[in-house]
């Protein structure tokens, strides 16, 4: 069960007043730094290279869906005033936040995040940053978030756990009526790429070692169905064709992945029981393959919103 926050010491934000500031730890390999948090199978760094990956996946997403959300929460955001909140879990370093925070300056913006990649200083007045571990519940008060946003978060959570203590938090800090997105992508595909399809099921067997259920994100309407706390749910996905033959958002996707999967090296080498030059080449293969045979990456998208009763 997810550990429960009562409503008292919230700030304006909805944030919970913290006692103890969270002790940052972290451990490097192989020049790039990572979690090195107990509960958490989080694998991708978290140090600048990963945060400008991040960065630019955040102008990627905004292309492919054509702005920054889906659920029909505009007007509210608009109009609602200084008592709307949006809550982004698992914000890196805040790129959806800090350009939300932009285009609805009356709106409070909150980002949560494990790793303090996110700004510290010049952050916007209607923006606020917390470092905190959501496996741990959320330090937010009861019913009090008008949306909230999720985005390419999975691969830091086991299934389990984020069945069992995410998800009844985000219930629990949703106003009724108010809506929440996920934002979540498959692995990839060749139709014809032998290394990359290697590759592939290399990673998926890597990630459910780790619990972590990389078709999740298809999955989440009938999560939402199943909690019986939602109405209103929806689902989009978008099938992007990697490589050249993508176009401009094909290559752009391409290189996202591929520094992901930089990022993965050490922990995803070490798994496969591979030397890390070893993947490198494998990876550099799968970015030519990609050039000559049909891969593809599905992002998946589902908005609900929660019940009014
Ligand atoms: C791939 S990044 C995505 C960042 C951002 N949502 C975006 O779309 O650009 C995943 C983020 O989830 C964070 N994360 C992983 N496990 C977490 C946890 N247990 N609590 C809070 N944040 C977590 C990581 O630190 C990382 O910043």
Redesign the pocket.
């Known amino acids: 069960m997810g550990v429960c926050f009562s409503n008292t010491r919230h700030d304006s934000f909805g944030v919970r007043r913290l006692r103890h500031k969270l002790k940052f730890r972290y451990q490097t390999l192989d020049g790039r730094l990572y979690?090195a948090i107990d509960n958490?199978v989080?694998w991708?760094p978290?140090d600048d290279i990963e945060a400008e990956r991040?960065t630019n996946?955040?102008l990627f997403h905004k292309r492919i869906w054509n702005g920054n959300f889906h659920a029909p929460i505009a007007e509210i955001l608009k109009t609602g005033g200084r008592n709307v909140r949006v809550l982004?879990?698992?914000?890196?370093p805040g790129?959806?936040i800090l350009d939300m925070a932009e285009s609805f300056p009356n709106v409070k913006f909150i980002g949560?995040?494990?790793?303090p990649?996110f700004p510290t200083e010049n952050i916007p007045p209607n923006v606020r940053f917390v470092e905190?571990?959501?496996?741990d519940g959320l330090p937010i008060a009861d019913a009090s978030m008008d949306f909230i946003f999720q985005?390419?978060?999975i691969?830091?959570?086991n299934e389990q756990a984020y069945k069992q203590i995410i998800i009844p938090e985000l219930i629990r800090v949703m106003k009724p009526g108010g809506w929440i997105e996920f934002t979540e992508g498959d692995n990839y595909r060749s139709e014809a790429g032998r290394v990359t399809n290697r590759l592939a099921t290399g990673i998926v067997k890597f990630l459910r070692y780790r619990g972590i259920n990389e078709n999740i994100g298809g999955e989440f309407p009938q999560i939402c169905e199943g909690t019986g706390q939602f109405c209103q749910i929806s689902h989009d996905a978008q099938t992007i064709r990697l490589g050249r033959q993508g176009g401009e958002i094909g290559q752009i996707a391409l290189r996202i992945i591929h520094e992901g999967m930089k990022g993965g090296r050490i922990p995803i080498a070490e798994y496969l029981n591979m030397m890390p030059e070893h993947y490198d080449a494998l990876t550099e293969t799968m970015l030519s393959e990609a050039e000559r045979t049909e891969t593809t990456w599905t992002i998946h998208k589902c908005w609900a919103q929660k019940r009014l009763d």
Do not use: M
Not at 88 to 92: E, L, R, V
């Open positions: 979690q958490s989080y991708l978290i991040s996946s955040h982004d879990i698992g914000c890196g790129a959806w949560i995040d494990v790793s990649t905190y571990n959501i496996l985005r390419f978060i691969h830091g959570i």
